[in-house]
C-alpha cells in the first residue's frame, strides 16, 4: 500500500486519524514511553495485530486532514519537520528490533482500519520481519573527485586569437575529462562490488544533485547495503580501506550507517506480494 493521505479517508472520529509509522514482531520494551512522533498528536501507541504490532499515533485533522497536510508537504521546512517526526517514530519502533518503516503520513481513521491492513499483509511482514533481524542498512555515496569541466582561463581566452591551437587544446581538456569521467566511474562501480561483498542485499538509489548532495563534484553512485551484524566490523574496515589514498583516487567515497534498513523494507511491496488493501 502507497502512503494515504486524510483525503483518502472517510469519516474520522472526533476530529482524529491514526498516524502509522512501523511494523515490528515485538511490542515496545520499556523505558520506550519519552519517544515522541509529530508534535501536534498524542504519544506513541502500539496496536496487535496477531503476532505483529502497529507503532501508532493520533494526530488531529486539523493538521492531518487532505488540504492542510498537503500544503505542509508542500513546504520545505514542514516536510522536513514531518520527516524528521516520522523517523523519531520509526527509530523508536526499532528499539524492538526488526522494523518495517510505513510510508510519510501513511493514515487511518480508526485502530481497527489499522490492524485491519496489517493483518492483510501479515505473512509477508513476518517474512521480512524475519530477513530483516540482525541486519542494518549503511548508506554510501560516491563523489567523482574533481567537479568536471573547469571554466576557460585567461591564456584559453588568448588563445583564441590563435584558432587552431586553441582547438587542439580544447579538445585534449575534453579528451583529458571523458577520461577522468571514465576512470571514475570504474572506479565507483569497483566500490560498488567489494561492497557487496559484505552484504546481504544492495540496491542503488538515483544519484543525488548537487543540490541534495551539497557537493559541486558529480555523484556517480548512491547506494544502499544491508549488513549482518555480524559482518559490520567487516563492512566498516572495508569502506575504510577504498577511503584509503591512492586506492581509488579518482573517487571520494562516503558513509553513514547504521539505519534502520528503510531500502529493504518496504510495505508497499509486502501489500503487492501479498494481497491490495487501502487505509480506511
Do not use: I
Not at 37 to 47: A, D, K, Q
Not at 58 to 78: I, K, N, S, W
Amino acid at each position: 500500500m502507497s502512503a494515504r493521505t486524510a483525503g483518502d479517508l472517510v469519516g474520522p472520529r472526533g476530529g482524529v486519524l491514526v498516524c502509522a509509522f512501523a511494523v515490528t514482531g515485538a511490542p515496545r520494551p520499556a523505558g520506550a514511553a519519552d519517544a515522541r512522533g509529530h508534535e501536534e498528536g498524542g504519544p506513541l501507541r502500539v496496536l496487535t495485530a496477531g503476532e505483529l504490532f502497529l507503532h501508532v499515533q493520533d494526530v488531529p485533522v486539523a493538521a492531518f486532514g487532505e488540504e492542510p497536510l498537503r500544503a505542509r508537504l508542500e513546504r520545505a521546512d514542514d516536510l522536513e519537520r514531518l520527516a524528521r517526526a516520522h523517523h523519531r517514530a520509526v527509530e523508536a519502533a526499532a528499539r524492538c528490533g526488526a522494523v518495517v518503516p510505513l510510508p510519510l503520513a501513511t493514515l487511518f481513521h480508526g485502530d481497527d482500519s489499522a490492524v485491519a491492513a496489517v493483518a492483510e499483509r501479515s505473512a509477508g511482514l513476518v517474512a521480512l520481519l524475519q530477513r530483516l533481524r540482525g541486519r542494518t542498512e549503511w548508506a554510501v555515496k560516491v563523489h567523482a573527485a574533481g567537479a568536471g569541466v573547469r571554466a576557460p582561463d585567461a591564456g584559453d581566452a588568448a588563445a583564441v586569437a590563435g584558432g587552431r591551437a586553441y582547438l587542439s587544446r580544447a579538445s585534449a581538456r575534453r579528451r583529458t575529462e571523458r577520461e577522468g569521467h571514465a576512470q571514475a566511474l570504474a572506479e565507483a562501480h569497483a566500490v560498488d562490488e567489494e561492497l557487496r561483498r559484505y552484504a546481504v542485499a544492495a540496491t542503488r538509489h538515483r544519484p543525488q544533485s548537487e543540490q541534495l548532495s551539497g557537493r559541486r563534484e558529480p555523484q556517480l553512485l548512491n547506494a544502499a547495503y544491508l549488513v549482518d551484524d555480524a559482518r559490520r566490523d567487516a563492512f566498516r574496515r572495508a569502506l575504510a580501506r577504498l577511503g584509503t589514498a591512492g586506492r581509488a583516487p579518482a573517487v571520494r567515497v562516503t558513509a553513514s550507517g547504521p539505519w534502520v534498513p528503510y531500502s529493504f523494507a518496504r510495505w508497499d511491496e509486502t501489500a503487492e506480494a501479498h494481497g491490495s488493501g487501502v487505509a480506511r
